[in-house]
C-alpha cells in the first residue's frame, strides 16, 4: 500500500530522500527552502512563545500584588521575627548586646526612610522585624546569665527554696533556687535535683540536702536536642541527685512574692490533683489531672508511650482544644441561661458578658494549668477571639494567630527552637489556613444542600474531625520526624474514636468537676471524666498495637526542616495560586530528608559509649557504664525499634579487661580503649580509637581521646572510603554559653557565684529526664 501526499507536501520543513535506488540510504532528511509561508510559521512560533510568557509573566504579577496588597503581609512579621530568634541560635559564638541593639535601631530608621516605596518598605520591615528578634534573643540570654556547673561533684550541701515540685515515674524531681552551695567550685543559682518517689518538698519549702551534681546534659550526637540549652533559659544551672534525707528548716529570709504567688499556685495545683487522684486511681486518675492541672508527670510509660505512637499525647498538653472546650461551654451555658430571662436578655448584652465570663475562666484555666508555651498561644489566641466578640467583630484570622506568636516570643524567645512551640503554631496555622481557604465542611453557613443533608446526621462534625486530624497531622509530622524521629500512621483513626470523648464526656465532666469541688460534690464529676478517660485509653493502647503503628523516622539535618517550614509558610499564607510553589519546596524537603546518609559512627558526649554500623546495618555497640540514655537516642535516629538493653546490640563485639572493640561494615576495627596497655595494639590494628583517657601523641588510627571529646561533645562519623568525615555537636570555635568547654579538673577555681562571669549550660540526666522533656 502506498500514498502519495501531492503536490502541497513541498511546503513542508524537509522532504525524504527518494526510495527507488536499492542500495542507496533511504529515509535521509534534505533541508528544502522555507518559503513566505515556512518565515512566517518560524516567526510565528517565537511570537506565540513570547506571549505565552508575558502572560505568565502578568499572572505571576498580579498574584503576587494580591499576596501583599494591605494586611497580607501582617502574618510574616512574626514569622521574620522568629527568623531573627533561629540566626541567634544559630551563630557559633555569643553576639554582643550592643551590636544586636545597633543593628535592629538601624534597621529600624531604613525601615522608616522606605515608608514611601512600595517594594523597599515591606523588605525593610520584615529585616527590622528579624532584627528585633535577634536583639531581643540576645538580650534576654544576657539577663539571665548565671553560673553553671562544668564538672561534677560529689557532696555538695545545698540549702535554699523549692521552686519547682514534680512527681515522675520512677522519682520525684525538685529545683531549688540556692542560698547556699558549698562543695562545688562554680556555684549555680538553681540546680535540679531527683529524689526519691514520695519525698519531694512542696512549692516554698526552705530545704538542707546533699546532692550529687552534674553537668548540664550536652547534645548527644550531632544535631541532637540540646538539653544543656533548654536548662540554661530556665535558668537552671546544674541537675544530679539527692544523698539522703531532705531536711525542712526554718528560712534565714523571707520569700519573695513571686515565690509566694508561686507557692500559691502550686498549692491549689496539688491540692486538686490530690483531689482527682483520691477518687480516680492510676492511670485515668494522673490524666485527668493531667487535663487540670497540666502535670503529666505520673502518667505511666507503657500508656505515655501509646499515646505518642497513637498520635493522642496532643490531648495531654493543655493547648488550644482544651482551651476552646472549656470556654465554648462556658460560653454556651451563661448565655443559655441569660437567655431564660427575657428581661434581662432585652436589655444587656447577653452575648458579651458570656464572652466576658468565658475569658475569665480561660485565665483561671491558664494559671491553673502552669502556663505552658502551647497553653499561653492559645490563651492569647482565645482572648482576641473573645475581646472579638465583646467589639462585634470577627477575629479566628491570621492576625490572631500572628499576635499570640509575637507576645509568646517577646516573653520567651527561646520557645522558637521548641518542639512544643513549633508543633502548637505549625498545628493551628494549617488549621486557620484550611479554615479560611475553602474548608466547605467547616463552615456552618455553607450553602450545600448535600452537605446540609449529611449534617443533620453528624457528618459535618465527623467530617471536620477527620480534616482537622489530616491537616493537623500533616502539619506537625516534620517538626514529631526531626524531633522524635516517629511519625503516626493511625492518628486519623485514634483521633476520630477519641476525640468526640474527649469534648463532649471528659473535658465537660473535669469543668463541672472544678467549679463543684469547693462544694464537695465533685466526686461524681471525677469518677465520669474517668470513665470516659479509660474509652480514650483503650483506643490508645488498641491502635499502638496494631501492625506497623510505630512509625520510626531515620535523623535529618535542620535543612530539610526549615525548608519544609518555608514550604508550609507559602501555601498557608498565601492566597493566590503562587502557595502551591510551596508544596514543591515541601516535596523537596521530604526527598532531602530521606536521602540524609547516616553516620557509620556515635561517639558519646563523654567517650563512655560508642555504636558502629556493622555489616547488617545495624548498630552494635561497645560502652562502659550503664548508662542508656545517649543509646536510646542513637536507636530513634537511627530508626531502629530496639530497646538499649536488646542483646542484639552486642552481636559483633568482644570486650576484655583493656577495652572492647567492632567492626565496621567492611570489616574495620573500631576500638574502645579502657587501659593504656590497649592502645599499642589499638593505635595499629583499628580504624578508630575511641578512650576515656588521653590518648598517645603518635597513633596511627583516628584517635578520639578526651581531649578531643571535652571540647567537641558528641560525635558522628561518616566512612568515605579510607577517610572519616567527622561532625561534631560542637564544632571548632563554638562557644556559646551553654556549651562551654569542659576544663582539666584543675583548671577550675572556686568564684562566688555573685562574681563570677556566668558560663550556661544546663542539663538532666537519665534518671531524670524522660523522652519529649
Known sequence: MSCSMGPKASAGWGAAAPMDEPGKAQGRATPWPLGDRGRRLAWAWPRAWSGRAQAAAGAIKQWAQADVAPGRLIPWLPVAFGAGIAVYFAAEREPSVWAALTLAVAALAAAILARKRPIAFPVALAFTAAAAGFAIVTLRAASIAHPVLLAPAMGVSISGWVEVSEERDRSDRIVVRAHRIEGARILPERVRVAVRKGTAPPVGTFVELKARLTPPLQPLRPGGYDFARDLYFQQIGASGFALGQIRRVEAPVAQTLRLQYAAAVAGMRD????????????????????????????????????????????????????????????????????????????????????????????????????????????????????????????????????????????????????????????????????????????????????????????????????????????????????????????????????????????????????????????????????????????????????PGAVGRITAFGIGPLLLGTAGMLLICLLRSPLRWGGAMLVVVASVWALATPRPDIFVAPDGRAVAVRANDGRLSLIKTGTDTFAIREWLAADGDTRAPTDPSLRAGTACDDTGCIARLADGARVSLALAPEAFEEDCRRAAVVVTLRDGPQACAALLIDRKTWRNTGAVALTRSGDIFQITAARPSGYDRPWARAVPEPSGETSTPASRRPAPRDATPREDELEVGD
Not at 479554615?435 to 462534625?461: C, E, F, H, I, T
Open 271 to 546: 491540692a486538686i490533683d490530690k483531689r482527682i487522684r483520691a477518687v480516680v486511681a492510676g492511670d485515668e486518675g494522673s490524666i485527668a489531672s493531667a487535663l487540670i492541672t497540666g502535670k503529666r508527670d505520673a502518667i505511666s510509660k507503657p500508656l505515655n508511650e501509646a499515646m505518642y505512637v497513637s498520635s493522642l499525647a496532643h490531648v495531654l498538653s493543655i493547648s488550644g482544644y482544651h482551651m476552646a472546650v472549656v470556654a465554648g461551654v462556658v460560653f454556651f451555658v451563661l448565655r443559655a441561661g441569660f437567655a431564660l430571662i427575657p428581661s434581662f436578655a432585652s436589655r444587656y448584652p447577653i452575648k458579651k458578658f458570656a464572652a466576658l465570663a468565658a475569658l475569665a475562666v480561660s485565665a483561671f484555666y491558664l494559671v491553673l494549668s502552669g502556663a505552658e508555651v502551647a497553653t499561653q498561644r492559645s490563651f492569647i489566641m482565645l482572648a482576641v477571639v473573645l475581646v472579638g466578640v465583646t467589639l462585634d467583630r470577627p477575629a479566628l484570622t491570621f492576625r490572631t494567630l500572628a499576635i499570640a506568636a509575637l507576645a509568646v516570643l517577646l516573653v520567651t524567645p527561646e520557645a522558637v527552637v521548641h518542639p512544643s512551640f513549633q508543633m502548637s503554631f505549625a498545628a493551628t496555622l494549617a488549621l486557620v489556613a484550611a479554615y479560611q481557604n475553602g474548608a466547605v465542611w467547616g463552615k456552618p453557613d455553607a450553602d450545600d444542600s448535600v452537605s446540609a443533608r449529611v449534617a443533620l446526621w453528624g457528618g459535618r462534625q465527623i467530617a471536620a474531625l477527620i480534616l482537622c486530624s489530616i491537616v493537623a497531622g500533616l502539619a506537625t509530622t516534620p517538626y514529631a520526624a526531626f524531633h522524635f524521629h516517629r511519625a503516626a500512621p493511625y492518628g486519623v483513626l485514634a483521633n476520630l474514636l477519641a476525640m468526640p470523648i474527649v469534648s463532649v464526656w471528659i473535658m465537660p465532666a473535669g469543668l463541672m468537676g472544678v467549679l463543684t469541688m469547693p462544694f464537695g460534690f465533685d466526686g461524681e464529676f471525677w469518677r465520669l471524666m474517668g470513665q470516659g478517660i479509660g474509652w480514650m485509653d483503650a483506643v490508645a493502647l488498641w491502635v499502638a498495637g496494631l
